[in-house]
DNA sequence: ACAAAGCGTTGATTTATGTCAATGTCGGCC
DNA sequence: GGCCGACATTGACATAAATCAACGCTTTGT
C-alpha cells in the first residue's frame, strides 16, 4: 500500500509526502467515492492509485487531452472550467476535499482543471479503474450515484444560467453554500441569520454564474441594500433572513 | 416476458400494444441501454418494466415527484424540463427513442418530463433495478457511461448559455443537430452543404437556448444574410458550410 | 373560399447587463 | 508604518437581448 509514488507528468512538483500516500489516512477517507469501500477494499483501490501534490495556479488538466485518470481530492480546491478560444470562460464547479473529478469524460476530456491553492490529488488510471470495478461493485454503485447528483446539479445550473437574473443568481449561489455548510436537514433553510466564508474570489464567482465581476458587485450591493445579507469584508457574509433570500433566488415572490 | 401490463398511473392512456410490449423487439432495442445485453438478460430486465403510452402535451414526470422510476424512451419525443414559479422555464434535452430518463435523480424528480407527441415508454421501478443491476452488471456500467456522456452534454450546454451569444447559440444548435443526424466520424463536419429537419418549435428551441423566440428567429435571420444557411420552410434548413458555421458557433474567429 | 388559430418573422422601444474608467479597501512586504 | 499590488466597489455609458406590437404565412375547419 505505501506506494503510487511513480511521478510521470510535469504538472506534478512534489513527491508523496508519506502522511498522504495511504489511502487509509487520507483527508477524504470519509467522504466522496472511498467512503463506499471496506478497509480491506481500500487498500486493493490504493494499488490503483497515485498520490500527487499540484501547485497553485496549475491547469492539470487540460479540455481535449486524452482522458487517462480519474481523480480524488484529498486536499485543496480545483476550479473545473471550459473555455472558448477568445478567452470567455465558463467555470462548471469546484471540487475541494473528497470530491470526484473526472465523470465528464469519454476518450477526451471535456473540460479544464486547474488548482486554486496547493492541491492534493489521488489519481487513478482510468484502464485500472475497470479492473478495479470489476473486484469491487460498490465502487461502481457510488459513482454512479455521484454521476446522477452531478447531473442533478448541473441542471439546476442550467436553469440559473438560462432564465435568472443577476440578483437571482448570485442569492442562489449563497443558499447553495449554505446547504452544502449546513448540510441542512431536510432541505430547511435556517430561520436565522447565518454567517459565510465566501470561498472563491468575485471573478471566479462571476465565470461561475456568468455574468461579470461588476454585475456580481452590483447584485451583492442591491442585496445589501435590501436588507437581505451583510458584509463585514468582502469574503464574510452574513444571510439576515435566509429564507426571504430564497424567495428571491427562486422567483417564489 | 410478455407482461408489463399492470397500468397504475392516470398518465397512462391506453394499453400496452402487444409489439411494443416486448423487450426483444422494442424500438429501442439495439440503441441506449439495453444494448448492453444479450437476448437472455433482456427477458430478465423486461420481467421488471412496464410499457406505457403517454398521450401528447402530458407531463408525466412532475419536478419533485418522489422519484420511483426510471424510463427508456421508445418511441416519440420527450422535453425534459425545469420551470420557476413565475412561469419561466429551462428545456435541458429532448429525449426520443433510446434514450434514457431518470437519471438526474436522487428521491425526488429534479426534473419535468412531457411528450411532445405520442410517447411509448418502457419503466423500470427504481428499487426492482437495483436487483437487476445485481444481476446484469453490464447494465450498470452502460449507465455509468451514459451518465458520464450526459454530463460532458451539460457542461457544454451550461458553457453555451454563460457564454455565448444569440447567433453562436442557435448556430451551436444546428451544429449539434448535424452531429446528432450524422454521428459525424472523428468529430468532422462535412465540408459540403448539409439539409435539416428542425425538429422542435422556435417556442422550445427558446427555451433550450435560454432565449427569447423573437431572438432566435433574428439569430436565424442574421445566419442567414452571412449566407451560413438557408430556409426551404420554418423546419427545413441547410447549412450552406457546416465549416464555417463552426467557426462561428464556437468563436474560432 | 373564407375565417380563425397557431406559429414565425420583423420592427420599435425598453432594460438588464456588459464595458470602460475611476476610486476604494485590504493585506503583504520592504 | 507606509507603499504597492491585487481585489472589490461604484459610476457613466454602450449594447445585446427582452419586451411589446404588428404583420405574414400555413393549416384547419366550416
Known sequence: MLEGSTIRRPVVISANNPASSRCDDCGARHIGMCDALSDEDLGALSRAAQHLTIAPGKVFIEEGDPATYFYNVTSGMVRVFKALPDGRRHITGFMSTGQFLGLAVSGQCAFSAEAMDEVKLCRFNRTALNQVFADFPALERRLLNIAAHEL???????????????????????????????????????????????????????????????TVSRSFAQLKRNGLIEFSNAHAVTLLNPQKLEVVANAKG
Chains 1, 2 share one sequence.
Not at 181 to 204: F, H, N, Q, W, Y
Open 152 to 214: 442533478t446539479i448541473a441542471h439546476e445550473q442550467m436553469l440559473l444560467l438560462a432564465r435568472k437574473n443577476a440578483v437571482e443568481r448570485v442569492a442562489s449561489y449563497l443558499l447553495n453554500l449554505t446547504f452544502k455548510l449546513e448540510s441542512c436537514p431536510g432541505g430547511k433553510l435556517p430561520a436565522t441569520a447565518v454567517t459565510l466564508k465566501l470561498p472563491i474570489s468575485r471573478a471566479d464567482l462571476a465565470d461561475y454564474l456568468g455574468l461579470t465581476i461588476e
